[in-house]
């Protein structure tokens, strides 16, 4: 599921203070990046055996590079993602997610989107 409407895709951050802020929101990078791209996860834990919610924000260099630590990154629109073991997590249209699921990835996005406006850089055209 997109979350979009939060003014968090299409922003362009310096990857030090992206990941300091996306750490300091809970959303962890771990090994979900490449030389060119990011992907942050907030990860929610049900009491539903075997079901997990991921809410997911990528982005991708457009400048620099993220294994040496200066990359500049554009992000994309956040997803809610739903994990179904063992096969992996699915962001699908037919998806159901609770509500409770929603306003706490929404709560997180606009704190999210309240730090990233303090480290905004300008894209180069």
């Known amino acids: 599921m997109k979350l979009e409407g939060h003014g968090i895709e299409d922003s362009?951050?310096?990857?030090?203070?992206l990941d300091h802020l996306m750490?300091?929101?809970?959303l962890i990078r771990a090994s979900g990046w490449d030389?060119?791209?990011?992907?942050y996860d907030?990860?929610?834990?049900?009491?539903?055996?075997n079901v997990t919610y991921y809410l997911r924000i990528q982005g991708y260099a457009i400048e620099g590079d993220v294994d040496k630590g200066n990359a500049i990154i554009?992000?994309?629109t956040p997803l809610l993602g739903k994990h179904y073991y063992p096969h992996g997590i699915e962001y699908g249209d037919g998806e159901e997610f609770p509500e409770n699921i929603v306003q706490k990835s929404?709560?997180?996005?606009?704190?999210?989107?309240?730090?990233?406006?303090q480290f905004?850089?300008?894209e180069n055209a």
């Open 120 to 122: 905004k850089v300008e």
């Open 35 to 39: 030389y060119e791209r990011v992907t």
């Open 12 to 17: 362009v951050v310096n990857l030090k203070p």
């Open 23 to 26: 750490e300091k929101a809970g």
């Open 42 to 49: 907030y990860k929610m834990e049900t009491n539903v055996k």
């Open 106 to 117: 929404n709560q997180i996005l606009k704190k999210v989107k309240e730090s990233i406006d």
């Open 74 to 76: 554009k992000l994309l």
